[in-house]
Nanobody, 121 residues
Framework: QVQLVESGGGLVQAGGSLRLSCAAS????????MGWYRQAPGKQRELVAV???????NYADSVKGRFAISRDYAKNTVSLQMNSLKPEDTSVYYC???????????????WGQGTLVTVSS
């Protein structure tokens, strides 16, 4: 199995910055897509940013120019640098990966436990 562990959430004032990190562990064979989603109270989970196996990245329109995703393919980690944070960025942020293991070579989607980001106005 693959496990994802996030870190870096917290409370920040509007205009501030935070960096989220996520590390994948387990009997990993390969990770295809790795990225971040978020879910605010009463809302659906939404894509924030994703990094594909070929190095391309995609961002939600609401975070373009403010957030940057980076990935270390050798260490199976992904980070999200969040700048110019706004109160509407307040959410639980989830790390997400599509990974195959040594024992199960089918690519499966895996989620982290989530980390809370609160942006005060």
């Amino acid at each position: 199995q693959v496990q994802l562990v996030e870190s870096g959430g917290g409370l920040v004032q509007a205009g501030g910055s935070l960096r989220l990190s996520c590390a994948a562990s387990g009997n990993i064979l390969s990770i295809n897509r790795m990225g971040w989603y978020r879910q605010a109270p009463g809302k659906q989970r939404e894509l924030v940013a994703v990094s594909t196996s070929r190095g391309s990245t995609n961002y939600a329109d609401s975070v373009k120019g403010r957030f940057a995703i980076s990935r270390d393919y050798a260490k199976n980690t992904v980070s999200l640098q969040m700048n110019s944070l706004k109160p509407e960025d307040t959410s639980v942020y989830y790390c997400n990966a599509v990974a195959a293991t040594v024992t199960n070579r089918d690519y499966l989607e895996v989620w982290g436990q989530g980390t809370l980001v609160t942006v005060s106005s």
